[in-house]
């Protein structure tokens, strides 16, 4: 290479060298103005351009559409340099279209902004949720309410959720253009996406139904199944009763009772059909690592004793808070727990997994034998094979059996994450009780008495919790939105209730100067019970609806 053509190259590695840095520099302040100035200089000198160079302009004109003296700026540089770029024969990718979506968006094109996206494997691209977001939020705010949902369709083709923002403006839409079934459709959505809604949805929600009549009849019947069918909390069937709803700010008490309309929320369980695939998935990964004679063996003898309202983690309850000197396996504690589950199920024993490796060590010891070869005999225990894993086990019992699970195994392992986390997060809060031993007396904790979710009850009224900075569940704020008779009815039962609050509190004191049961007690305060006898446990498919 002669000298000349090596200083030319040097001068153009310099020039581009530059034009890098100070475009970064310009990105780091959000200077709009700077890096236009600088693009010109380095379209006028003919520097080479690359992708990173071109995003970096774009990402700048797009967030220079917050500062209303910048738009008309941003927007004309803007499809000036998406051009230029195109031109070039530098693919765009996700970060490109994005950016221009939301130039298209700003100038009111919302056409443009959903055809870029549509067009994007012209270019190898793959959108995300921020690539819709300006075509949807720009067809929501110009009310075009059906082309707002082409867009979600064509996202759910592309395999991409919508979050609490996008169905908020959906909801939105719908509410301002009277399409009632679409707000039902995305409330619903709204229940299954978020646990407690912004403030922003909640009034959206206000807004609609303050003014909104329904003429929603159903069949009461249909609707009950559903309710238990999808594991309480909701039907999905659509609008019931009639006439104007009753919209109000309130709270929910630690029992999860409305105090506004004195409904009852319900804990709810995840589904009949996911409650199936959860199974189904634990059992094939349990096939898959254990042997698969065993588990089979467990899974047919499971089929015949199906009554159990409780599974114990025998291992994880014996060795609790045992890792000291002479510590071991505690046969005092599983007892105590089986004991508390025992009560609690009305007097029906609990099913404990053990592995067959520490049974055959309790029954060696002639002070544990008498306990063992009982609870064997009532067939309180299962014993696990050598070279089983309990986990498969237990798990696989709780979710097949729709029962509690005693354990304090959060189970975030990750083979347990192979079952999927949404619904299975779900279930662990409807179904681990946790447990603690101080000084020796058991406490155990239940899972709480509702979940603080959207829930739409089988009597048509509906509560939404809003999110607030308070880390108290109960004390949350919530809609209460409901019909005049639903109030009026309620408030007749929360009358009766009080009443039988009383009969109830004089019936418990004259228990308590006699009892010498011993103190049963929980983190909630609706799940304490001091000498007094223990709740009943039910399994969620025997359950009627929470309803008051």
């Known amino acids: 290479m002669d000298t000349k053509n090596k200083k030319i190259k040097q001068k153009q590695k310099t020039t581009e060298s530059q034009f890098h840095y100070s475009l970064n520099s ?35 004109c797009s967030t220079a559409l917050s500062d209303p003296a910048m738009k008309e700026l941003s927007i004309e540089h803007g499809f000036r340099i998406f051009d230029h770029m195109v031109a070039s024969g530098i693919n765009p990718n996700e970060a490109s ?67 609490e923002p996008e169905l908020t403006a959906l909801l939105k839409v719908s509410a301002e253009t009277g399409r009632q079934q679409k707000v039902y459709g995305y409330l619903h959505k709204l229940r299954k996406t978020v646990s407690c809604v912004k403030k922003e949805t909640a009034k959206v929600i206000e807004d609609w139904l303050k003014g909104f009549e329904s003429d929603g009849i159903l069949d009461m019947c249909l609707v009950k199944d559903a309710v238990l069918s999808n594991g309480g909390g909701w039907h999905g069937l659509g609008w019931i009763g009639k006439g104007k709803w009753i919209v ?124 063992i070869e009982e609870w064997m005999e009532k067939d309180v225990l299962y014993a696990t094979p050598h070279g ?15 029962c509690l699970l005693v354990s304090n195994d959060e189970m975030r392992d990750h083979i347990f994450e192979l079952l999927g986390s949404d619904f299975f997060l779900k279930w662990k809060e409807r179904h681990l009780v946790h447990y603690t031993f101080v000084k020796g007396s058991l406490k155990l904790q239940l899972p709480a008495p509702f979940s603080v979710v959207i829930q739409e009850s089988e009597r048509g009224s509906w509560h939404v919790p809003i999110s607030g900075d308070g880390d108290e569940e109960s004390a949350k704020s919530w809609l209460c939105i409901s019909r005049p008779s639903d109030c009026n009815r309620c408030g007749e039962d929360l009358t009766n209730k009080e009443l039988s609050r009383t009969d109830d509190a004089s019936h418990s004191e004259a228990q308590m100067i006699s009892s010498t049961k011993p103190e049963m007690t929980s983190s909630d305060p609706s799940l304490n019970f001091e000498n007094n006898t223990p709740p009943m446990l039910g399994k969620r498919k025997e359950r009627t609806p929470s309803v008051v």
């Open 248 to 371: 109000q700010r309130g709270s929910v008490d630690v029992g999860g009772q409305c105090c506004c309309c004195g409904e009852q929320l319900a804990c709810v369980d995840i589904g009949d059909a996911e409650t199936q695939k959860f199974a189904e998935s634990v059992a094939a990964l349990a096939m898959d690592r254990e042997a698969k004679a065993n588990f089979s063996e467990f899974q047919n003898w499971l089929d015949k004793h199906a009554g159990y309202e409780a599974i114990i983690d025998g291992a994880n309850v014996g060795l609790y808070q045992q890792n000291f000197a002479e510590g071991g396996f505690s046969i005092s504690q599983l007892e105590a727990v089986v004991k508390d589950m025992y009560k609690r199920a009305g007097n029906k024993w609990p099913l404990v997994i053990l592995h067959t490796k520490r049974l055959l060590a309790l029954l060696e010891n002639p002070s544990h034998r008498k306990l």
């Open 97 to 163: 279209i994005t950016a221009v979506a939301r130039l298209a968006a700003a100038q009111g094109n919302a056409n443009y902004a959903f055809c870029l996206v549509k067009n994007m494997g012209v270019y190898n691209a793959i959108p995300r949720l921020r690539t819709y977001g300006p075509a949807l939020f720009c067809f929501c705010e110009k009310l075009e309410a059906e082309k707002a949902y082409e867009v979600e369709e064509h996202m759910g083709k592309m395999g991409i959720s919508l979050e």
């Open 388 to 402: 089983s894993n309990d986990d498969w086990y237990w798990l696989f019992a709780a979710v097949k059996l729709r």
């Open 26 to 60: 310009c990105s780091k302040l959000k200077d709009l103005c700077s890096a236009i100035t600088l693009y010109e200089s380095a379209v006028a000198d003919n520097t080479r351009l690359n992708q990173h160079h071109f995003n970096t302009l774009l990402y700048l």
